[in-house]
């Protein structure tokens, strides 16, 4: 529904009620734990608004986020003084808030300001907001998508609303939304919901359950309540079914909850209309309430990926101390910077190439200080508590160790560490009970002195016999050389790929994330001066050396002590 449109019925139509809710009706003491719930408000129409007063208004909306446990909240149609009451009264949530029309009459009702949009809230200690406004046609009601990233049940989510149109065409702005929503959350788990302004079988809603590389397919929430399958499906005994339990007044559903299916399954959903004490509905829409359990994340095997998504990904020290990661996006592109280490990585030398632990997931290399930690992944890309290297935890001052991945081809990840008499392999052990080692053999070096003055690159495997290469910068004269591996010899003598000559005093930092523009080649991630400033550029690998350079961050990155 729309401020633009009238409403399909008039108010005589009755209300769907509670007791009109499916007859396999999800509680919560039933529902599986990761719980969300999406509302249109109806916040400024006249002839769906809801005639209780703020306080006794906000009461309702919060007593139904409190009553379902919801970890996100999601909310359309939302004046911002209805918006600034809910912040108020949930105050173990975090909300974010965007306007998507300057001023509406019809949100005096609420507060001075009358703003009119979308709110998210979670039920975390912090988010991060993210808004972006949708392409309309010229003189219609603007549209929007507004997410919040934050934990929900321990595990860093994307929760998302939008409010569709089906003005935009050819899918209601549904794949515009997408878009946006798959590059905010770069290989998170995502929960979406809002009012779709389509119904299940609608072709508009395709996009959605197609999903994008980065956030994958989604699940509906309510796609398995029989109660509502088609004809088509109950005769063809379908697990689940484009179909759900009507949203609205006008007996249409409208809302929807998807959830990234790689990271949740059992969803299940029910519409209930809130309780207002004999008052009339407070919409003309009825509150979605979904539920879903959290599914383990399998890993992608994807060298570099430490989000799950199947895209290497960078590590970034900051100057501030903070580790931050910067989810790839398939094209050489990067997604916005997450923290996840907080303070004390300065001067750590910060590297991703190889699973150490054993659990199928990429981990993280660290030498801070004189001791080398590995750092388990979740999957998603938070780090999990920190155990120290096996076989050799301390010693590490003077050396620069890297994880390289399977250099000497025995399926095992493998450090090389850079010192002032060569570059030395360290060969990795299976993991015992997940605790990472080295193995008991020591360690051989394979290049000589002259690499105290490389910058070591790992491009991983570039020639397919099943053993990581090395390549190396000089940095007397940024001249880019390639080794290939010879397991746990001395390397080859380098070549030196055509067209690439990259000076540190312009190109300060360099790393090698192995292929992220899906061609096969391994490609470079490069700082580059730009002013007084540091922009980051992708130099990708070709036949022929390198293409032409593409920016994938402005400014800033002069303030980043380190790649990984």
Known sequence: MTLCVALLLSLSVQFLSAAGASADMVTPATAPPVRSLTYNVC?????????????????????????????????????????????????????????????????????????????????????????????????????????????????????????????????????????????WAAGLPVIVGGDLNAGPQYPALDPLRAGTPGTGPFAEADENDRDYFTPACLESAATTCHSGEPTTAAGQKFDHVFLS??????????????????????????????????????????????TGDGRPDLLAVKDDGVLRLYPGLGDGKLGGARVIGLGGWEEAAVSHRGDWTGDGKEDILARIGDNLWVYPTTGSGELGRRLPMGGRPTGWSNALPLAAGDVDGDGLPDVLARSTTGLWLHRGAAATDGAPSFAARAAVQIGGSEWAGYDVLLPGDTNGDGRADVWARDRATGRLLA????????????????????????????????????????????????????????LPGTATGSGAPITVGTGGWQGIRSLG
């Open 43 to 183: 916040g400024a129409s006249a002839g769906c608004r809801s005639g209780l007063d703020l306080p006794s208004w906000t009461a309702v909306v919060a007593g139904e986020a409190r009553d379902w446990d919801a970890d996100a909240v999601m909310l359309q149609e939302l004046c911002f003084g209805q918006w600034e009451a809910l912040r108020g009264a949930l105050s173990e949530y975090q909300g974010v808030w965007t306007s998507t029309v300057g001023s509406v009459s019809g949100c005096a009702k609420w507060s001075d300001d009358t703003r009119f949009g979308l709110g998210v809230f979670v039920k975390a200690p912090a988010v991060d907001r993210f808004a972006a406004n949708l392409t309309v046609p010229t003189g219609l009601e603007p549209r929007a998508v507004l997410c919040a990233r934050g934990p929900v049940q321990g595990r860093t989510t994307l929760a998302c609303t939008t409010h569709l149109a089906q003005y935009i065409t050819p899918d209601n702005g549904s794949a515009q939304a997408l878009a946006h929503i798959d590059a």
């Open 261 to 306: 299916a790689r990271d949740f399954h059992t969803v299940r959903a029910d519409a209930v209309q809130p309780e207002t004490g004999g008052a009339s509905p407070l919409s003309d829409h009825l509150v979605l309430r979904a539920a879903a359990a959290p599914e383990a994340r399998m890993p992608s095997g994807v060298a570099g990926d430490l």
């Open 483 to 538: 080794y290939t591996s010879l397991g746990a010899k001395p390397l080859s003598a380098p070549l030196e790929p055509a067209a690439y000559l990259l000076p540190p005093a312009t190109r300060r930092l360099l790393v090698s994330p192995g292929d992220v523009t899906g061609d096969g080649r391994p490609d470079l991630w490069s700082t580059v001066a730009a002013g007084g400033a540091e922009d980051l550029e992708l």
